[in-house]
């Protein structure tokens, strides 16, 4: 049995290990710099939630989710205003290389014009929403001569029908309360289930961005998932968002980090 123990003024902190085999480095000493690294990182990170804590607004709470996939929802029902400029920062990341583009969710379209102005080989977007495809042809109009493809549905359903891209911009929401408890509440970010499928559609050195639930940093826990799938992450911390006190969306920070992750 080993125990570890940090005392500071706001909080102390205490590692119970129960089995000896645990952590087992082949030296006593280098299990405990594995240890101290683990309850250093620990504190670190409590310290600076403390710091960001302070600054996060009350936002509304969360009623249950009502089944989305279909329903007829107004602008800032699909996306609110503060998350224009993660749109924008996200578009930078994936239209780098002007090559093909996947987009899933089309929401209000604001992602779908930053790709555009930016220039890009093709766009392919993938849409469940039947009225949210009504926006989608009317906005479509503005680019006749822009290769840009609409894909009918929910990616569960109809990725598998598509081939590779040099770069995926996902943005979802979760459609059901299901889907919020399995891929939202607790994760680092909701785009986590959607990694391997990614990977699967992106060509090499192509590169997938989304938003996450990171704050201004990226947890070891998100970095190890992106590592089985890609070669390297870059992180950029989109700041200052205008984040209202009643934001509806489940973030409540003025600052969030957004991903390219290149395979
Ligand atoms: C937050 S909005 C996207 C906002 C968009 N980036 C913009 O700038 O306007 C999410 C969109 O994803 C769609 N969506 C949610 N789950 C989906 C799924 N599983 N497959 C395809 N589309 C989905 C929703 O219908 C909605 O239009």
Avoid at 195 to 210: E, I
Avoid at 224 to 253: E, G, Q, T, Y
Wanted: proline share 4%.
């Amino acid at each position: 049995m080993t125990k570890k123990f940090k005392r500071l003024q706001a909080f102390d902190v205490t590692l119970h290990v129960k089995q000896d085999g645990f952590v087992r480095a082949p030296r006593e000493a280098q299990r405990n710099w594995l240890l101290n690294r683990a309850m250093g990182e620990f504190v670190d990170d409590l310290n600076h939630l403390d710091v960001l804590a302070r600054d996060m607004v009350p936002g509304v709470d969360a009623a249950p989710l009502p089944d989305r996939t279909q329903l007829d929802l107004a602008d800032d029902e699909i996306m609110e205003r503060w998350q224009r400029p993660l749109m924008e920062a996200m578009a930078d990341v994936a239209t780098a290389g002007h090559g093909d583009v996947l987009e899933i969710g089309f929401g209000i379209g604001v992602s779908a014009t930053e790709i555009q102005a930016r220039g890009v080989r093709s766009h392919t977007i993938i849409e469940c929403n039947d009225y949210v495809v009504g926006r989608f042809e009317q906005w479509r109009q503005e680019y006749p001569d822009a290769d840009i493809q609409l894909v009918h549905g929910r990616w569960q359903d109809t990725l598998d029908n598509l081939g590779t891209y040099d770069s995926i911009f996902f943005h979802t929401y979760p459609l059901n309360e299901e889907e919020r408890i399995d891929h939202f509440s607790q994760g680092t970010t909701f785009a986590a289930h959607f990694v391997p499928s990614a990977a699967n559609h992106l060509r090499p050195g192509g590169v997938f961005t989304y938003l996450t639930n990171e704050i201004d940093s990226m947890s070891r826990s998100h970095q190890r998932l992106l590592f089985k799938f890609f070669d390297s992450v870059s992180l950029r911390v989109v700041a200052p968002l205008d984040i209202p006190d009643d934001v509806n969306d489940a973030w409540w920070s003025n600052s969030m980090v957004i991903v390219g992750a290149t395979k």
